[in-house]
């Protein structure tokens, strides 16, 4: 094969290797995370399999529970099981999370960088969308209700919010990796650490200076468990 031929192949190699990368895959029955493991790796190293038992897949009663909303500034509460609560779910490409919303409270926009989510409502209605990339930016959305089903694509800016005054709302949401990875947005750009410049985001936002200020002085707390 001539060089430039095999240039292009290894090249073709490569991006086609991206497009269809995930969370790694099992090649074998299991790969029970080694939490405490010192060797890192993108993901855990294997547990050995002689000492893997049923705990190791199992978490007892976590998402029964109604979560306190109240004291969160967005009015909800988001109780995440990936691999950091459940070392099974090492390699297998999955994590799950219960969402409580208060009466008007909402789960702002964010993004995943490593899963598409699929949301049911189990309880009350919520209104969600998600927002496409550049240039587009067209925006998704729907209202839910209970048992109704929506999903966000991986990456993309997406919410949801409770529009009723006075109940609350409960979902339950699936997610297509071990550890997806929540960016929310006003956290990420007005609550960075440190700070970026407010001369940047000025000119990003089209607002004066005082107005950036004022928003990076706010708390931008995180609503994830």
């Known amino acids: ?13 490569l991006v086609t290797s991206q497009v269809i990368a995930s ?6 029955d299991f790969c029970v995370a080694d ?41 909800s509460n988001v109780t995440l099981i990936n691999v950091m609560q459940l070392p099974g779910l090492n390699t297998l490409g999955i994590s799950l999370a219960r969402i409580d919303y208060a009466p008007l409270g909402q789960n702002p926009p964010h993004t995943h960088p490593r899963a598409t989510e699929i949301l ?19 925006l998704f959305a729907k209202v839910l209700n209970k048992g109704d089903v929506f999903v966000f694509p991986q990456g993309l800016i997406h919410f949801q919010f409770n529009p009723n005054h006075d109940k609350p709302a409960v979902a339950i949401a699936a997610l297509s990796s071990q550890n997806p990875g929540a960016i ?36 931008w707390e995180n609503n994830h468990n």
Request: glycine fraction near 6%; include cysteine.
């Open 35 to 75: 939490i405490h493991s010192p060797v890192k790796v993108n993901g855990f190293v294997c547990k050995d399999p002689m000492a893997v038992n049923a705990d190791d897949f199992f978490k007892a009663a976590e998402l029964d529970k109604p979560r306190d909303t109240m004291k969160s500034k967005v009015g």
């Open 184 to 219: 929310t947005i006003a956290n990420a750009v007005f609550g960075s650490k440190s700070p970026i410049s407010d001369d940047v985001l000025a000119k990003a936002f089209q607002v004066q200076k005082g107005t950036i200020d004022w928003l990076q002085a706010q708390f």
């Open 120 to 138: 049911t409502v189990l309880e009350g209605t919520l209104y969600v969308g998600f927002v496409t990339s550049n240039a587009d930016n067209k």
């Open 1 to 13: 094969m001539a060089p430039s031929n095999f240039l292009l192949f290894a090249l073709l190699a």
């Open 23 to 28: 969370d790694p895959s099992p090649l074998q």
